[in-house]
């Protein structure tokens, strides 16, 4: 579904991603983990279309949308649930949603996927007319990812989901999207929390100074001896 | 090499400045006229860019200062016979402590940049309302100095006299503007420019250096206004103290560069003369089209080079450089 | 003096309020489209309303059915504007696109002073010179029909920037662009939008109120810091604040004039906008 090969990303001049080659299968729940600085963010962003990549290919379901920005990824049916949850913070929970659903792809279905976002995440539909900013962490996080299926997406990409969440909270929110990937959603996951993410994941990747330096299926690479040391040993 | 490549920075602009501002007096008197109002902006864009630049305050209100420099000294030499020699020291002091006033007043009340802008704009309309209606200053009629007509009452019988002193208010605040731009100084209001909050954490005195750029721009503001004064031999409010002569100070030193030493001097050096040129060719013709023309001029620099001319001129040699620099490579 | 007379003043105050209240959301909506603070914001209205003055003269059409025209017209223009100059130049930051639009002061005060010259002129209307007399008030038509337009007009935006999709998006990206460009919303194309409709408003308010006012080529700048200053008191963005702010501005502007003289009364709104901002910079109804 998703096939990024050779990949040469970053700010301005600096780069940070060295060729990073990758890919998610339909239905697959993939997990790309590495410490903080390792590039995640980058790449997340650079394949939402908000990083404009100065070489490499992506290529969504055949097409190439490296570079091509972040209305074209939406309407391949990409949606991003980016780090720091970014919601709209003057704006209800109902706004926020609407927004997650505006582009012309995903209108005409809203109304119904409101109804699933609100039976996954309950107390989103309790809050419907409260502003974000007022909400918790964990509110807000539940709200960016039900934002992010508002678009209808065929792949979804979330960003240190766990990040600055009880532990409570991350295994609501790890059964949510287990719960989705069951129901067919692809999904691909970046985390420092490497033990959670690779228990729910079936492959995995472990990216490093902008580079890949691990791949396998999620089990074998939480037995490996180098993933172990490198990130395990500090949980 | 380091000494031979500060030498070409510093001195062959000087160089180059020195020899478009001499020009005149070699050419006839009716060029003297036009090389005046040049330098008189020249000068009052060197001040504004001080603070609007450098330390990056978006200020309006340049205005206060242009109004207190030209109001002082005429009062002061219609009532007390005080030569406006003496009397544009009064003027300075005054235009900065009302510079100091506002610097104060927008830090004690942490105004963000806009904010700046409005409370400087809301000052100088204000000013502009209260000057053209106070009979002590003329109000809206204005004041005519009387006719004295000697050098050491600031009078000149020849423009190029007249020429000669803003000459050297140029120089002087030009060379202000590189020894405050070059020192520790000057560091710090660019450090101030680019991020208050930083610069305040590793320790820079933000309101000492806010009030003394503040200041020093207000009073070299008030010099140009005693001299625009002495020049036209008499004020009023619309000139003085409306806010479109500082809208045309920010314009000719934004198509210069703002915040670069020699911006607000190339800006009013190239467009004064234009406009003056357009002026006598078009305005002739229809009211105002020779200030539309020269509207549009600015519009089209802002609109390709927001960076001001100077900016352009950098990234033109930088991309020469580069290209010379490819070459080089390709024929090794 | 009569409780007649500061009677007369509050109203017509309250109803220049309503004006300045519209003005200013137009100038808060062009605002939030990547910060712009448009000085040449007034100016488009003294465009809008010597256009008007051009279309009496040429087709003698009404400057009151000209108001569609000049809506989509100026809609048009601000469109266009913003593709082709702000945008490119609001790149550089917001103090570039501040400086620019002070050029565009200069453009358009000389572009009407060479066409229209610099006398002052004024546009017959079917509501002009004719007055509503409810004893003890005597309203000049022209002006309480364009505050009452003004009122609809500035609760159509309302409804559109808080209950429509297009709204949303607008919104969106005042509050979190990179989040707003996740959505899939077309940034670009909704900030043209939005910068299209605040010119296109001005050229509507332009209309509607032409038969008020006596026309100058620099007229523009006076509406510009009034519309500056409501909208900085009401709290940018604040529906509600923009039109308390506009009826602050206008009542005391008016009775000021009334009891202390004309300069006194344009004095009070640059006094309060000092004011304001030192002791609440937020306005008067903002948020955070």
Same mark, same amino acid.
């Given at each position: ?42 790449? %997340? ?44 913070? #003057? ?6 949603? %609407? ?28 809050? #419907? ?17 039900? #934002?992010?299926? %508002? ?85 | ?30 060029? +003297? ?34 109004? &207190?420099?030209? !109001? ?22 005054? &235009? ?47 004041? *005519? ?9 600031? /009078? ?72 625009? &004064?002495? !020049?036209? /031999? !008499? ?12 809208? /045309?100070?920010?314009?000719? *030193? ?63 040699? /930088? ?11 390709? +024929?090794? | ?28 909506? =062009? ?68 400086? @620019? ?107 509607? =109120? ?9 007229? $523009?700048?006076?509406?510009? @810091? =009034? ?5 900085? =008191?009401?709290? @940018? ?8 702010? $506009? ?42």
């Amino acid at each position: 579904m998703l096939e990024i090969s050779g990949l040469v990303s970053g700010y301005g001049r600096i780069s940070i991603l060295h060729g990073i080659d990758l890919r998610v299968e339909k239905g697959e729940l993939v997990a790309l983990v590495g410490v903080n600085g390792a590039g995640k963010t980058t790449l %997340m962003k650079t394949i939402a279309g908000l990083i404009r990549p100065t070489a490499g290919r992506i290529a969504f379901e055949g097409s190439e949308i490296a570079g091509e920005g972040a209305e074209r990824a939406v309407a391949a049916g990409i949606a991003l649930v980016p780090e720091g949850r970014m919601v709209f913070p #003057r704006m209800t929970v109902w706004e926020n949603l %609407m927004l997650g659903g505006v582009h012309p792809r995903a209108r005409p279905y809203r109304e119904a996927t409101l109804e699933r976002i609100f039976d996954l995440f309950p107390r989103l539909a309790e809050r #419907r007319d409260q502003k974000a900013a007022t909400m918790s962490g964990g509110e807000q996080q539940m709200l960016v990812i039900g #934002r992010g299926l %508002m678009a209808q997406p065929k792949l979804l990409i979330l960003d240190e989901p766990s990040l600055g969440l009880s532990p409570l909270l991350v295994q609501e929110t790890y059964g949510a999207l287990r719960k989705l990937n069951a129901d067919g959603l692809t999904i691909l996951l970046a985390e420092q929390n490497v033990k959670l993410s690779l228990a729910v994941s079936n492959r995995g990747y472990v990216i490093e100074n902008g580079k890949i330096v691990l791949t396998g299926a999620s089990s074998d690479l939480a037995r490996d001896p180098a993933t172990r040391k490198a990130y395990l040993g500090r949980l | 090499m380091h000494d031979s490549r500060l030498l070409s920075s510093t001195t062959l602009p000087w160089i180059a400045f020195l020899a478009v501002a001499l020009a005149p007096l070699a050419m006839s008197s009716s060029w +003297t006229n036009m090389a005046i109002l040049t330098l008189l902006f020249v000068h009052l864009c060197i001040a504004w860019n001080l603070v609007g630049g450098i330390a990056g305050q978006f200020c309006i209100g340049h205005s206060l200062f242009l109004a &207190a420099g030209a !109001y002082t000294s005429t009062l002061l030499s219609i009532h007390l016979g005080i030569t406006p020699w003496i009397g544009m020291f009064a003027g300075a002091a005054l &235009a900065a402590l009302i510079g100091v006033f506002i610097a104060w007043l927008s830090f004690r009340y942490e105004l963000p940049p806009l904010s700046f802008a409005l409370v400087t704009i809301a000052l100088a309309m204000l000013g502009y309302l209260a000057i053209s209606s106070i009979d002590f200053l003329g109000a809206s009629r204005g004041l *005519t100095l009387p006719v004295r007509g000697t050098p050491a009452m600031y /009078q000149f019988r020849s423009d190029t006299t007249y020429y000669v002193v803003i000459l050297i208010q140029v120089i002087i605040a030009l060379a202000l503007s590189m020894w405050l731009y070059h020192t520790k100084i000057g560091l710090y209001l660019r450090a101030v420019r680019d991020n208050e909050r930083a610069a305040h954490a590793i320790g820079v005195p933000v309101l000492k250096y806010k009030m003394l750029a503040m200041a020093i721009s207000a009073a070299l503001t008030a010099f140009g206004g005693t001299f625009y &004064a002495q !020049y036209l /031999q !008499y004020v009023e409010p619309h000139t003085f103290a409306g806010i479109n002569i500082v809208i /045309q100070i920010i314009l000719l *030193t934004v198509v210069g560069g703002t915040g670069t030493v020699w911006g607000p001097v190339v800006g009013p050096m190239l467009l004064v003369p234009a406009g003056e040129w357009l002026r006598h060719s078009l305005g002739g013709s229809l009211p105002g089209v020779h200030l539309l023309v020269f509207g549009v001029l600015l519009v089209v620099v802002i609109r390709f080079a927001p960076d001001g001319l100077i900016g352009a001129f950098g990234r033109a040699r /930088q991309a020469w450089r580069f290209r010379r620099g490819a070459t080089e490579v390709v +024929t090794r | 003096m009569s409780a007649e007379v500061l009677l007369q003043a509050t109203v017509q105050g309250l109803q220049m309020g309503a004006i300045y209240a519209l003005i200013a959301l137009s100038m808060t909506l =062009i605002f939030s489209v990547g910060g712009l603070l448009n000085f040449a914001h007034g100016d488009f209205m003294a465009l809008a309303m010597y256009g008007a003055l051009a279309l009496y003269q040429s087709f003698a059409l009404d400057a009151y059915a000209a108001a569609p025209l000049l809506f989509f017209g100026f809609f048009l223009l601000g469109f266009l504007m913003f593709r082709r100059l702000v945008q490119p130049v609001l790149a550089a930051g917001v103090l570039a696109g501040a400086q @620019l639009t002070l050029g565009l002061v200069f453009v358009q005060e000389n572009f009407l002073l060479m066409v229209f010259g610099g006398d002052y002129l004024s546009v017959p209307t079917v509501l002009s010179n004719k007055n509503l007399v409810i004893p003890p008030l005597t309203m000049p038509w022209p002006l309480l029909v364009g505050s009452l337009l003004a009122v609809v007009l500035a609760a159509i935006l309302y409804v559109v920037l808080m209950r429509t999709d297009f709204g949303r998006q607008v919104r969106a990206i005042t509050q979190n662009s990179d989040a707003a460009a996740l959505m899939g919303i077309r940034i670009d194309r909704v900030q043209a939008i939005a910068f299209g409709i605040g010119i296109g408003l001005l050229g509507l308010t332009g209309a509607i =109120i032409v038969a008020q006012f006596t026309l100058t080529p620099a007229m $523009g700048l006076d509406f510009t @810091l =009034i519309a500056l200053i409501v909208m900085v =008191i009401g709290g @940018l963005g604040s529906f509600a604040g923009s039109m308390i702010a $506009g009826a602050i501005i206008g009542v005391s502007e008016s009775l000021g004039s009334l009891l202390y003289g004309g300069t006194v009364g344009a004095m009070i709104p640059y006094a309060i906008l000092v004011l304001v901002l030192l002791f609440r910079p937020h306005g008067l109804m903002g948020e955070h």
